[in-house]
């Protein structure tokens, strides 16, 4: 705001250049980074932990406050790492992960025991429809095309 108030030629009577000057010394602040260096890696390797072997992500009510107090930081630095390093937020980062864990499921025998919907809840997620959606949008198909895609034998073809 005290910028802005500067360049009003009735308050602040400045010369073209001191505007100039005065622009570009608010400019070349730069905004400090939410999690620092250290943390940032340390945040990271524990997040690698609770994906990769814990499977934080199979859990159907995890959240971004749970997921930041497994990993002891806040929701601000959890959120941060996750946009920071992955590009992503925390609901496309978890559903990637329970999208894959589902792309497997189907393509092994479990599929054979589970329909659509236990393999949704073995993934992690709470409902079908939000189950297919989120499958569509990150393969381009639906469950059952996937399965079919893939040679997966379906039921009725086992019988």
Known sequence: MA????Q???IFDFTKSELNELSSIVSKKESPKRVAGKR???LDEKLR???GSE???LENDLSLPKLAQRLDASCNE???VINELYQDNFYNYINRYRIEEAKSLLLSNKYYQLNILGIAYESGFNSKTTFNTTFKKFTGMSPTQFVKANGVLTKDTVN
């Open 8 to 10: 009003q030629n009735e």
């Open 3 to 6: 910028y802005f108030s500067m």
């Open 40 to 42: 940032l890696k340390e």
């Open 49 to 51: 932990i609770l994906t």
């Open 55 to 57: 499977k934080v992500y």
């Open 78 to 80: 959890t959120s941060f």
